[in-house]
T-cell receptor, first 110, second 118 residues
């Protein structure tokens, strides 16, 4: 079977750093994407990792360890607008389907 | 670039009616589009993969006669919820894959359609 495990919710203050973890058990793994979704909105793409290591995009960075079937998204210098749900999603070999994790809600407080 | 639109953004209908949702890639060609459903506080669940010029591929448990998908052109896919019932009320989101992209590209999501069946 396949599962994407993510913790459910985290609250942090502005300026703090939050790390969201994602573990997966899947055959045919190709890459791991991260999406942000504000309440009532559509998912927006944040980052993608196909190889081990770190991908940095501004205040956000994503990490992948294929040997550990693990990835994480690091949110730095948190701002109020970062309050949203964050999803990891696995891309499979052979097709372009994405399997989304359960999501992690981040609440940023002043 | 890479804009995907959906129409309508919100629809309320009576039980038993059919509802059509359009998904358009505005500035790129999409050979493949995906339809997701999302219930409140839950993740996105893939319903089907829509391929231009061929039949859609449905995920296990999704009734193809209930959720009709048509991908008639490289920029348009439609999802029709037939004989809608209250349990079909959900947030329906499409995404599109850029035809010119390789394995490293991502899917671009539409803004979603919120369906409420009374």
């Amino acid at each position: 079977g396949q599962s994407l495990e993510q913790p459910s919710e985290v609250t942090a203050v502005e300026g703090a750093i939050v790390q969201i973890n994602c573990t997966y058990q899947t055959s045919g793994f190709y890459g791991l994407s991260w999406y942000q979704q504000h309440d009532g909105g559509a998912p927006t793409f944040l980052s993608y990792n196909a190889l081990d290591g770190l991908e940095e995009t501004g205040r956000f960075s994503s990490f992948l360890s294929r040997s550990d079937s693990y990835g994480h998204l690091l949110l730095q210098e948190l701002q109020m607008k970062d309050s949203a749900s964050y999803f990891c999603a696995v891309k499979y070999y052979g097709n372009n389907r994405l399997a989304f994790g359960k999501g992690n809600q981040v609440v940023v407080i002043p | 670039g890479a804009v995907v639109s959906q129409h309508p953004s919100r629809v309320i209908c009576k039980s038993g009616t059919s509802v059509k949702i359009e998904c358009r890639s505005l500035d790129f060609q999409a050979t493949t589009m995906f339809w997701y459903r999302q219930f409140p506080k839950q993740s996105l669940m893939l319903m089907a993969t829509s391929n231009e010029g061929s039949k859609a591929t449905y995920e296990q448990g999704v009734e193809k006669d209930k959720f009709l998908i048509n991908h008639a052109s490289l920029t348009l896919s439609t999802l029709t919820v037939t004989s809608a019932h209250p349990e079909d009320s959900s947030f329906y989101i499409c995404s599109a894959r850029d035809r010119s992209g390789g394995w490293g590209e991502t899917q671009y999501f539409g803004p979603g359609t919120r369906l409420l069946v009374l």
